[in-house]
């Protein structure tokens, strides 16, 4: 399967050196992470305030942003214009998706023939705000919901979670400092939830009833009471974290593959290193890690690659090659680079992401400004 009009570069010695169109490349997926929580409480990142594509405001070369390349980036700290892609440091915004009239998935993706309009469809006025609630277990959850501004109760919008770190909370994450560039860059064009944990001890994914399998009942609950109050398309659903949060959808990229479209982990440990084999099948992956994290180690974010690459049944071949990206990465601070695996099965690309950022205590751990930009252009063009 091709990937939709994403262009791939590498930034090398300051020269960017083409290296093809993924238009006419394919997908992949990726391997494993850690079984225990993620440990360290996370301090987030960079805030919201230059959502990606111009990642903080710098010149972009080739950027992710604003529908342009998959690159190795390096910021200018001057800030200004955005070269070849990236819009110049604010977020893209697309168009709210329009009513295709047919409410069945058309094409030959993994949800073809699927519904596309959930129960919530010409419900008018459904809440949101910044703390909306739901019982689990006799516990309660808390959650923030937006809505796009123009929310239009009879059009059918992507659903996007975003899971925070360990000891944070859904606001965290939505306020940018754990997620940067995630609600600015989703907020006119789908519904965003952000819920905060359900475990004592602030994490997602440790294994036990106590956090693991009641977060997961949580965002099974979410899931469908999201989806019949709101209008949603159910073949457009995914998530994303990071840290602890990032292990989560790892999870859940295991567990509920057949009804995600995709996941983004930001430094997450694979789901066979939880413990999790019973997976459900093939799902669309973004992994993207920081090259010297010590909190959640690189071969981690290596290993939950390479599980979603098997998963969907992608090659060892991958544009650019990975190794060009990580020398290009490791050479220069504050930058990124991105590959796309091929042949993987349809609808399930696979692209693995690597960075120099610095992180919330220089170990490169934590989610890079480019990161809520990359998501989104990664999902639109499933």
């Known amino acids: 399967m091709s990937y939709r009009g994403i262009t791939a570069s590498v930034l090398i010695s300051s020269v960017l050196v083409s290296c093809g169109v993924l238009a006419s490349c394919t997908s992949s997926p990726g391997l494993p992470a850690t079984a225990g929580g993620s440990g360290a409480v996370d301090s987030g990142g960079a805030g919201d305030g230059a959502a990606s594509g111009g990642a903080s405001g710098g010149n972009v070369l080739g950027g992710v942003g604003g529908g342009g390349g998959v690159v190795v980036e390096q910021p200018d700290t001057a800030g200004g214009d955005a070269s070849a892609g990236g819009a110049g440091g ?25 519904a596309t309009k959930s129960a919530g469809c010409g419900k008018p006025n459904p809440p949101s705000g910044l703390d909306l609630t739901i019982t689990v277990q006799g516990k309660t959850g808390h959650y923030i919901l937006t809505l796009p501004a123009n929310y239009d109760p009879n059009t ?36 965003v939830v952000y819920p905060t944990t359900l475990s004592p001890t602030g994490g997602w994914e440790a294994a036990g009833a106590n956090e693991r399998e009641i977060n997961v009942t949580y965002f099974s609950a979410l899931l469908a009471k999201v989806e019949d ?14 840290s602890s949060g990032a292990s989560f959808s790892n999870i859940l990229g295991c567990r509920f593959a057949d009804v995600l479209l995709a996941v983004a982990p930001v430094d997450g440990i694979a789901p066979a290193t939880m413990g999790e084999t019973n997976c459900k099948g093939a799902v669309g992956a973004l992994a993207i890690h920081g090259y010297k994290d010590s909190h959640v180690p690189f071969a981690q974010g290596e290993k939950a690659r390479d599980y979603f690459r098997s998963q969907d049944h992608c090659t060892s071949t991958a544009t650019p090659p990975v190794a060009q990206i990580h020398a290009a990465v490791v050479a220069r ?26 992180g919330y205590d220089g170990s490169t751990h934590g989610w890079p400004k480019f990161g809520g930009q990359a998501i989104w252009d990664f999902v639109k063009g499933l």
């Not at 604010?90 to 699927?114: E, L, N, V, Y």
């Not at 109050?229 to 994303?240: D, E, G, L, M, S």
């Open 229 to 242: 109050t709101y209008c949603i398309n159910p073949t457009r659903v995914f998530v994303a974290g990071t």
């Open 333 to 358: 601070p504050e930058t990124h680079g991105c590959s796309m695996y091929e042949g993987c099965d349809p609808g399930v690309p696979v692209m693995w992401c690597e960075h120099s950022e610095g």
């Open 156 to 191: 059918p919008y992507p659903l996007a979670f975003g899971f925070h770190g360990h000891g944070q909370t859904g606001q965290v994450c939505y306020g940018g400092a754990s997620c940067s560039g995630y609600q600015s860059t989703l907020k006119n064009v789908a519904v």
């Open 90 to 114: 604010g977020a893209t915004m697309d168009a709210a998706p329009s009513d295709a009239g047919d409410a069945t998935s058309a094409g030959g993706g993994k949800f073809k023939g699927r």
